[in-house]
C-alpha cells in the first residue's frame, strides 16, 4: 500500500510537466486566414480569400480544399481575372468569383467592411 500511495504521489507531482516537444497542448489556435490575403464575405454566409500577386496581374484564389489562379484580363469596366474556366470580377472592393457556368460567389466585401452580406 505504501508503495502505491508513494507512486500516486509521484505521478501528481509530473501533472505540470509538459513532454510535448511542440509546444503545449493549449497552444493558441492559428488564424485559417491565409497569409497576405483579402477575405472577403459574400451572400448566403460564403467566405472567399484572394491574394493579389505581382501589382495586381494576377490574383490566387484560396478555398479550404483548392486553390488556384487567375490572370488579369482586358475588361470594360472594373478588372477581371481569369484562367478560361473560373473568372474573378472586382469592382472597386466588392468582388463576385464565377466558376464554370454558375455564379459560385457574388456580393463578396472585404471581411472588414462586410456589414450583413446574407441574402
Same mark, same amino acid.
Given at each position: 500500500?505504501?508503495?502505491?500511495?508513494?507512486?500516486?504521489?509521484?505521478?501528481?507531482?509530473?501533472g505540470s510537466?509538459?513532454?510535448?516537444?511542440?509546444?503545449?497542448?493549449?497552444?493558441?489556435?492559428?488564424?485559417?486566414?491565409?497569409?497576405?490575403?483579402?477575405e472577403y464575405?459574400?451572400?448566403?454566409?460564403?467566405?472567399?480569400?484572394?491574394?493579389?500577386? @505581382?501589382?495586381?496581374?494576377?490574383?490566387?484564389?484560396?478555398? %479550404?480544399?483548392?486553390? *488556384?489562379?487567375?490572370? /488579369?484580363? &482586358?475588361?470594360?469596366?472594373?478588372?477581371?481575372?481569369?484562367?478560361?474556366?473560373?473568372?474573378?470580377?472586382? @469592382?472597386?472592393?466588392?468582388?463576385?468569383?464565377?466558376?464554370? %457556368?454558375?455564379?459560385? *460567389?457574388?456580393?463578396? /466585401?472585404? &471581411?472588414?467592411?462586410?456589414?450583413s452580406v446574407?441574402?
Amino acid at each position: 500500500m505504501l508503495g502505491l500511495a508513494t507512486a500516486s504521489l509521484a505521478l501528481a507531482g509530473c501533472g505540470s510537466i509538459d513532454l510535448w516537444p511542440f509546444g503545449s497542448a493549449k497552444s493558441p489556435e492559428v488564424s485559417r486566414k491565409p497569409v497576405n490575403a483579402t477575405e472577403y464575405l459574400c451572400n448566403n454566409d460564403r467566405r472567399l480569400y484572394v491574394r493579389y500577386l @505581382d501589382n495586381g496581374a494576377s490574383a490566387w484564389v484560396i478555398f %479550404p480544399e483548392r486553390e *488556384f489562379r487567375l490572370d /488579369k484580363v &482586358a475588361s470594360a469596366s472594373g478588372t477581371r481575372y481569369s484562367n478560361g474556366i473560373a473568372m474573378l470580377e472586382k @469592382d472597386g472592393d466588392d468582388v463576385s468569383l464565377r466558376d464554370g %457556368p454558375t455564379v459560385a *460567389f457574388t456580393g463578396c /466585401k472585404p &471581411a472588414g467592411d462586410a456589414k450583413s452580406v446574407s441574402g
